[in-house]
């Protein structure tokens, strides 16, 4: 279904109209002019404006759509896997560690049960954590040598279960974080 705008009165007729999405369904809930809509997505209920082209192409997107083993999603903001592609690599190989159960690797094996804090399944607060976390410059200056770790903190403050977060994470030399491991 293509939607086309004849005269002044048409957008009356778009409010509540259901659009298909590369994200899923979506509900036109406003209307600006002849080019600009705004609308709700089902599945999260992110809201945003988008142009009747996006519309009509079925290319408008959410980025609270989870798009990594179900649960991780890029969300709102300035960073990005192209800006900032050390960071999305580090936390896409984390989600899937932890999430990924189909065709799940040999050495992903020892991650279940092992989950991911409900705020950095969005790629933004990821990044905006990670900077604070202990290890964070020296993993900047050499990222082949530090790797994320949850192990030493979860330990420290005897948790049950391991779980990557803010408050579980710093970055260990690669031999430090293998050595925590194996205890």
């Known amino acids: 279904m293509s939607l086309y705008f004849n005269g002044p009165y048409a957008s009356h007729h778009l409010i509540g109209t259901e659009i298909d999405t590369q994200h899923g369904k979506a509900t036109i809930t406003e209307f600006y002019d002849k080019r600009e809509v705004w609308i709700k997505f089902h599945n999260t209920g992110y809201e945003t404006t988008t142009t009747i082209y996006r519309v009509n192409a079925g290319t408008a997107s959410d980025p609270t ?3 990594v083993c179900g649960v991780g999603f890029m969300g709102e ?3 990005n896997s192209a800006t900032h592609e050390r960071e999305y690599h580090m936390w896409n190989n984390m989600i899937r560690r932890c999430y990924q159960v ?3 690797p040999k050495e992903f094996k020892s991650y279940e049960g092992v989950t991911v804090a409900t705020d950095w399944h969005n ?3 990821f990044c905006e954590d990670i900077q604070w976390l202990i290890g964070y410059d020296d993993w900047l200056e050499n990222e082949e040598r530090y790797e994320i770790d949850k192990d030493l903190m979860c330990a420290a403050l005897k948790l049950p279960k391991k779980v990557y977060s ?4 710093c970055f260990l030399t690669a031999s430090e974080n293998s050595s925590i491991a194996r205890k």
Not at 166 to 169: A, F, N, Q, R
Request: proline letters at 6%; hydrophobic letters at 10%; one cysteine or more.
């Open 77 to 79: 903001g300035e960073y």
């Open 102 to 104: 189909a065709n799940r």
């Open 123 to 125: 790629f933004q607060n």
């Open 166 to 169: 803010k408050e579980t994470c």
């Open 65 to 67: 759509h989870p798009t």
